[in-house]
């Protein structure tokens, strides 16, 4: 902030070029009237000169640092004092300093007056917030100020916003032609301040509406009409976005099932620690990072891929050596037994790591988001998270139909005796596959720790979305549970708009359930002699 | 199906007489005695506490028995139970939030979370629950309907083995997450608490604990009887050939829908009975016995007991919880590991359980013949080879098939 600030002052005292005289004491003045209005009004006159000293004053008014004592003003800055008006600084005290005071809505009207002097700031970036700001609170007495940036302004964009930030103001005209013009021009905005800034002059005060005129409100209701329009279709590419994501998370949350389980037919309930595991490691290598190279942090993550993927891997081949392996085969006894090693597992998290929750911080790259429509914003961890989810996914479809190792656990999926006679190691085969499907569930549980919180129960809540994810898609197939994963994500996004989150997941989960009934195979059934067995 | 229907006459031995007769005893004679008559400082008393443990175990037995009767008997493991229990303890639980009264925080018509909630009148699923009749109907008829549709439709599409654990583990998840809102009016995450009276009598007073545990211990003792008639008469047949064999049962003309529905109907009921007696004696009822986790827990009963047999799952259910109630006082931390490993433990070593254990240390005291002998004559299902790959199929893990347990209650 005081870097902007200093560069603010910068700029606006080249601007004003040899203006370097003192500021009219009569404008300064109105800055400790008694009335609220009075106050407000000598704000927008400060900030209509728009010059350095104009910023100066008001800036240190907004931090409190403005002091009055008998008809001068001051400027505090730690010890030192100088004169508001020349800048000048004092080498001695005045007495009966005193600050001003400052209620909400002086400060408000003090922002947005900071916001429209921000408008000449060379940073294209500012001048971008600047004019968004001011859009949404623009005021007529900060008409001047955003006629002269309009002219000065070159940016398209920028430009576009000044210009509603304008109408916005001009609503408030005396004139009802002008009145008419500003809103006409806002038809085309998808702000929705400005829809509530255009409600509110459809507002009706005692018998009178805000807006006098009816021709203005006729051109007003439209305007809102055409708004909505466009609100309408943004809400729905954010619905699309935010149900691809969680789809996103959804299938890395179940792909490593979609092996184990789909592939394998291995009903592994300690799915949701594999995650864990993912989880905590990602935990564990910010400890290390922040450890020993406190200066690259933000790169944790990066090197918690392999770690994440070889813990829950290393977990994996542990659980299959030493139980499911005697298992294959007895499906009911499978579940009982890994729900037995999820228990240990959730219990060993807690003696390791402690029974609360862990902070596992976003790395600086995937913090922040982008704005692709007024108000669609996309955060970036979403879009890493999705971008992963499709890297994963290449990296099991690779594994699977283009190595040799992918081969032989189909082969020993679809006929383990005859995959057995060829020679394919079977039992080898199982444990390695058994240890991908983890290792992957591994990865999944990496990207969960940077949107979910990270601690022992964590797995729970994914083991029933997951196996769903898996049996809606239909055992055995990956392109399915993408299908599955993506279809549910949305749906569920578009269903929590309707009924509220709780009864979007339930009407899922009871749709789930009815699908079952109809197609036990899954959407997409496997074909062939092997499908019974 | 050499059986005929005079199976049913010798379903009770004149030993399972007597043990019963020596059960209901010690449950409405001895209990109370100690329980009420001796003082507190005499070394047989029993104490509030263990009382109430001992009539909470007796509950869970219960449903551990009725999990065995679908899953020991018919093949199908439920991860849903805990669901019809909750359900039968929140219908019993309206009674109880009613009979409060004018006695809550608020002094209100209406139960105190509705109160919170500023509701001004009670929800039309309500009406009637202050009567204990009606809601004794509740407790039977809504775990019921829901078993009976649920399971009508699953049945009928052929869903078994883990595609049904599965469906019935979202099915109480849903459930849990609804009755988690506080608009489903059930009294949100707190549930319902604070219940004072029961039939007019105050809930925590020694008399009314002592009659709680008399009505658990007979449940549980129903309960296996009605097992018992069941498995033994040409119905339990036709059950365990479908667990065994569903294909070969429906080739030899029978619908297996209908068995399968009945058993899992009833199966729900019990529960739902069991949920009703536990929530007075515990006090309080709420969504979490709807977890998943829960319901699993209640698998763990019945396989350490022992499943396809009555009295397995009783023994299971009260070793678990009597362990569970060591481990949490004395190691808390060390109660999940505990668990953990008995799952994994039971489910490698001990299929059949405690029972399965017991069976084979002494049929290996016995000479091999003996062992054979000393099963009851009733006629099995004989496990031909060709039935293996189905049993497989089924989810029923390839286990040849036993014969109807006579040794049991």
Not at chain 1, 2 to 9: S, V
Not at chain 1, 321 to 350: C, D, H, K, M, N
Not at chain 2, 228 to 246: H, N, P, Q, W, Y
């Amino acid at each position: 902030m005081n870097r902007l600030i200093a560069c603010l002052l910068l700029f606006a005292s080249l601007c004003a070029g040899s203006a370097r005289a003192a500021m009219d004491p009569a404008l300064l003045a109105g800055l400790a009237a008694d009335e609220s209005d009075d106050k407000i009004a000598a704000i927008a006159k400060v900030a209509a000169l728009a010059d350095a000293d104009a910023l100066r004053v008001l800036v240190a008014m907004s931090k409190d640092n403005l002091m009055i004592a008998g008809d001068k003003f001051y400027i505090a800055d730690g010890d030192k004092l100088s004169d508001a008006a020349t800048g000048a600084e004092l080498s001695a005290r005045p007495d009966g300093l005193d600050s001003l005071t400052i209620n909400n809505r002086v400060r408000s009207a003090l922002d947005s007056a900071l916001a429209g002097l921000r408008l000449f700031s060379p940073n294209r970036d500012k001048r971008y917030a600047a004019a968004r700001e001011l859009q949404d609170s623009a005021d007529a007495a900060l008409l001047p100020l955003i006629e002269r940036a309009l002219k000065s302004e070159q940016d398209a964009e920028i430009r576009t916003l000044l210009q509603y930030a304008q109408a916005v103001a001009n609503l408030q005209n005396a004139d009802a032609a002008v009145r008419l013009e500003a809103a006409k021009a806002l038809s085309s905005s998808s702000n929705p301040s400005i829809k509530s800034t255009l409600l509110s002059r459809l507002q009706k005060q005692g018998d009178s509406y805000a807006e006098a005129d009816e021709k203005v409100r006729a051109e007003i209701a439209d305007s809102i009409k055409q708004i909505d329009k466009r609100l309408a279709r943004a809400d729905a590419i954010a619905r699309v976005f935010t149900g691809v994501s969680l789809g996103s998370i959804l299938l890395l949350a179940a792909l490593g099932l979609a092996i184990t389980y789909g592939v394998m037919g291995v009903i592994n309930m300690a799915h949701g620690e594999l995650l864990m595991v993912g989880a905590y490691s990602a935990y564990f290598m910010q400890g290390v990072f922040r450890a020993h190279w406190p200066d690259s942090t933000d790169w944790y993550l990066v090197a918690a891929v392999p770690l994440a993927f070889f813990a829950a891997a290393a977990v994996g081949v542990l659980m299959e050596r030493t139980v499911i392996r005697f298992l294959y085969g007895r499906p009911l006894e499978t579940l009982l037994a890994t729900w037995g090693l999820s228990l240990v597992l959730i219990q060993a998290a807690r003696v390791l790591f402690g029974a609360q929750n862990v902070e596992v911080a976003n790395p600086g790259w995937m913090s922040g988001a982008i704005e692709v429509l007024p108000n669609v914003v996309l955060p970036w961890n979403r879009i890493v998270i999705i971008g992963f989810a499709g890297f994963v996914l290449s990296l099991v479809w690779l594994l699977m139909n283009r190595t040799r190792l992918g081969m032989f656990v189909r082969a020993v999926t679809q006929n383990r005796a005859m995959a057995g006679c060829v020679g394919v190691p079977t039992a080898r085969i199982d444990t390695l596959a058994f240890a991908i499907g983890a290792g992957i569930a591994g990865l999944g549980g990496l990207a969960l720790s940077q949107i979910a919180n990270v601690g022992p129960d964590m797995g729970q809540g994914y083991i029933v979305d997951s196996f769903m994810v898996v049996v809606l898609g239909g055992v055995g197939q990956l392109a399915g549970a993408v299908w599955a994963a993506l279809g549910l994500g949305v749906a569920s996004k578009f269903l929590e708009g309707w009924t509220g989150a709780v009864i979007a997941k339930i009407l899922v989960l009871v749709f789930i359930i009815v699908f079952i009934q109809k197609r036990p195979q899954g959407l997409f059934a496997l074909k062939g002699r092997f499908v019974e067995s | 199906m050499a059986n005929s229907p005079s199976t049913r006459t010798v379903a009770l031995s004149a030993k399972s007489r007597m043990a019963l007769m020596a059960g209901l005893a010690l449950a409405w004679g001895v209990v109370p005695l100690l329980a009420l008559a001796l003082p507190a400082g005499n070394p047989l008393h029993l104490s509030d506490y263990a009382l109430t443990l001992s009539g909470k175990i007796l509950c869970y037995a219960t449903v551990a028995v009725a999990l065995d009767l679908i899953w020991g008997y018919a093949g199908i493991l439920s991860l849903g139970h805990g669901l019809f229990f909750a359900l039968g303890g929140y219908a019993f639980g309206m009674y109880l939030m009613r009979s409060i009264g004018h006695d809550g925080n608020y002094q209100s018509d209406l139960p105190d979370f509705m109160v919170f909630l500023d509701w001004k009148e009670l929800p039309w699923f309500w009406h009637g629950t202050d009567s204990f009749v009606w809601s004794m109907l509740l407790v039977l008829i809504v775990p019921a309907v829901l078993a009976w549709v649920f399971g009508f439709f699953a049945f009928r599409s052929r869903i078994k083995g883990v595609y049904f654990s599965i469906i019935t583990q979202a099915l109480t998840y849903a459930t849990m997450l609804l009755f988690f809102r506080n608009e489903t009016g059930f009294g949100g995450n707190n549930g319902f608490t604070d219940f004072k009276r029961v039939l007019g009598f105050p809930i925590t007073a020694p008399e009314t604990r002592v009659v709680l545990f008399g009505l658990s211990a007979s449940l549980l003792m129903g309960a296996i009887v009605l097992g018992r008639v069941l498995i033994t008469s040409k119905f339990g047949r036709v059950l365990m050939a479908t667990r065994d064999a569903e294909s070969r049962v429906m080739f030899l003309g029978y619908q297996p829908l209908y068995y399968k529905l009945t058993v899992w109907t009833l199966s729900a009921m019990l529960c739902a009975l069991a949920g009703a007696l536990y929530v007075p004696q515990v006090g309080i009822i709420n969504p979490s016995e709807m977890s998943p986790a829960n319901s699993i827990e209640i698998a763990i009963w019945v396989a350490v007991g022992g499943r396809g047999t009555l009295i397995g799952p009783v023994f299971g259910a009260a070793l678990v919880n009597l362990a569970k109630s060591w481990f949490t006082m004395s190691f808390p931390e060390y109660w999940l590991f505990f668990l953990g490993l008995m799952f994994i433990l039971v489910t490698l070593w001990l299929p059949d359980g405690i029972v399965g254990l017991w069976r084979k240390l002494r049929s290996g005291r016995a000479a091999a013949p003996a062992a054979a002998s000393a099963a009851p004559p009733a006629p099995a299902v004989p496990a031909t080879p060709t039935a293996q790959p189905e049993a497989k199929a089924a989810g029923m893990s390839g286990r040849t098939v036993e014969g109807p347990v006579a040794k049991g209650a």
